[in-house]
């Protein structure tokens, strides 16, 4: 039973931001340190922040020698049965992280000359060269530290989507960066079956993590090693009968061992080899999960593109519905706009409540037209206004739009209704706004969703848009 179902949501994953776990069991996704580095959001920013911090701050105590204060605070990690991510089989029980586990997380840190050394840097570099690290361990270890911020998200997706929140939920411990100390407490939070809940976004959720060990050692340490035994012309040379020389990789692996201890030694003599492997990663994408992905891993369903569309184009029109018009607009965006827009809020308040803004979405595009509009125009968010008029749209919706936008929240909207009586009179105005330099509108009504979600249709990745990319242009030409 899924989150959406035990709390009658009336909604599928594709319509929700969080991914739709199974209360009971665990769904095989991992938390990626690295895609929390790709949102271009404070939230994103400060989970980021929480996990640096605390790792350096155990790679310092073990530096100075304070092994008791380290494993106190890695004894503070849990398995988080409270995501239901990972790879437990059956009802989620927890199998990463323990009283043990953490004990032994410590001893592999202490004794390791990787972090003596200062060879780690990040988190993810433990998977390379510390004993009984794996990519659940770093999952769940990243989770525990970002705790805080998952509550604070949980709470937000809680109000969003109606799910009922309980009091005095115990909430685990919750790292505290100024103190430099797990602290614990009780907060508001979703209660299933017995069990407090913390929703994770489907956006910082893959199926692998971007660091393998195995990966690391055959294809850049032990290259980086044969070069080295290349260019000494050393014992392990062979000559072949065609005048080539190589060497094998099961010399390179009688020389120089296998295994994180051999990693480390041959890393340490040479962390060029790791310089290069960190920069291979750094120019690789690391998209986040596709519907179709998300799917797979669920053993659900695909976004139900033609229900989704109907939800909305199904309406009538009038204020009566307008609430109903608003819920089905963003159900059907966060679907068609995933994984570019992200972390939706609804009726969003700004000048101290005076304004709101009907939607407000993150801008996360990693490629294709919003990619582009971020790099050029303030768009680091994405506003939406819903008119479920059965008039014309005119000026002063425009200007309402307009109105919501600043240098630092963002200048560009998308105003959707249901038609317009003159729909070029309607762009020239938009041109004019863009012109007096008031922000960035383009207007979409039900022929224009229909053909966005007949593109989504063939196009899975979705990132050109050439229909809004036209728009944009005509905005500013």
Same mark, same amino acid.
């Given at each position: 039973m899924r989150v959406s179902e035990y709390f009658k949501l009336g909604r599928k994953q594709a319509e929700l931001d969080f991914v739709d776990v199974d209360i009971r069991g665990d769904t095989p996704v991992f938390l990626s340190p690295r895609a929390l580095t790709l949102l271009p959001t404070k939230w994103g920013d400060e989970c980021v922040h929480l996990i640096q911090d605390f790792f350096q701050k155990i790679l310092q105590l073990i530096r100075d020698g304070k092994n008791a204060e380290a494993e106190n605070l890695l004894r503070a990690l849990r398995d988080p049965n409270e995501t239901h991510l990972g790879l437990s089989k059956g009802r989620s029980r927890g199998h990463a992280l323990g009283t043990d586990s953490a004990h032994d997380v410590w001893r592999a840190l202490s004794r390791s000359e990787a972090a003596k050394s200062g060879l780690l840097r990040d988190l993810e570099d433990t998977i390379l060269m510390i004993e009984g690290i794996s990519v659940d361990i770093v999952s769940d270890i990243a989770t525990n530290i970002i705790r805080g911020p998952l509550i604070q998200y949980t709470q937000e997706m809680a109000e969003l989507y109606g799910i009922p929140l309980s009091e005095g939920v115990a909430t685990g411990p919750i790292w505290d960066p100024k103190a430099s100390s797990w602290k614990t407490g009780f907060n508001r939070l979703p209660v299933a079956r017995g069990g407090r809940l913390l929703l994770v976004p489907k956006a910082i959720v893959r199926r692998h993590l971007e660091y393998d060990a195995d990966e690391y050692y055959r294809h850049f340490l032990l290259e980086h090693l044969r070069e080295i035994e290349l260019n000494a012309n050393s014992a392990l040379v062979e000559l072949l009968k065609n005048g080539k020389r190589r060497v094998t990789k099961q010399a390179l692996k009688q020389k120089y061992g296998f295994g994180k201890k051999a990693i480390v030694r041959a890393t340490l003599k040479y962390p060029e080899a790791l310089a290069r492997y960190r920069k291979a990663k750094e120019g690789e994408p690391h998209p986040p999960l596709?519907?179709? +992905?998300?799917?797979?891993?669920?053993? #659900?369903?695909?976004?139900? &593109?033609?229900?989704?569309?109907?939800?909305?184009?199904?309406?009538?029109?009038?204020?009566?519905?307008?609430?109903? @018009?608003?819920?089905?607009?963003?159900?059907?965006?966060?679907?068609?706009? @995933?994984?570019?827009?992200?972390?939706?809020?609804? +009726?969003?308040?700004?000048?101290?409540?005076? %304004?709101? !803004?009907?939607?407000?979405?993150?801008?996360?595009?990693?490629?294709?037209?919003?990619? &582009?509009?971020?790099?050029?125009?303030?768009?680091?968010?994405?506003?939406?206004?819903?008119?479920? @008029?059965?008039?014309?749209?005119?000026?002063?919706?425009? #200007? +309402?739009?307009?109105?919501?936008?600043?240098?630092?929240?963002?200048?560009?909207?998308?105003?959707?209704?249901?038609?317009?009586?003159?729909?070029?009179?309607?762009?020239?105005?938009?041109?004019?706004?863009?012109?007096? +330099?008031?922000?960035?509108?383009?207007?979409?009504? #039900?022929?224009?969703?229909?053909?966005?979600?007949?593109?989504? %249709?063939?196009?899975?990745?979705?990132?050109?848009?050439?229909?809004?990319?036209?728009?944009?242009?005509?905005? !500013?030409?």
């Open positions: 596709t519907h179709e +992905q998300i799917a797979e891993a669920e053993a #659900d369903v695909t976004p139900e &593109w033609d229900k989704l569309l109907s939800a909305v184009i199904s309406l009538p029109t009038g204020r009566d519905v307008a609430s109903d @018009y608003e819920r089905a607009i963003e159900g059907l965006l966060t679907a068609l706009f @995933y994984p570019i827009f992200a972390h939706p809020r609804v +009726q969003h308040e700004i000048h101290d409540g005076r %304004k709101r !803004i009907d939607i407000t979405y993150a801008n996360m595009s990693g490629a294709g037209f919003f990619k &582009w509009l971020a790099a050029h125009y303030p768009a680091a968010h994405v506003f939406v206004e819903c008119k479920n @008029y059965g008039r014309e749209i005119g000026n002063p919706e425009l #200007d +309402q739009l307009a109105g919501r936008f600043s240098p630092s929240r963002g200048q560009f909207g998308l105003l959707v209704c249901r038609s317009f009586e003159d729909k070029q009179l309607f762009f020239t105005r938009c041109r004019d706004t863009a012109r007096d +330099q008031r922000g960035f509108i383009i207007p979409l009504d #039900d022929e224009d969703l229909k053909l966005l979600v007949a593109s989504r %249709k063939t196009d899975p990745l979705f990132f050109d848009l050439p229909l809004l990319r036209g728009r944009f242009t005509n905005l !500013i030409t």
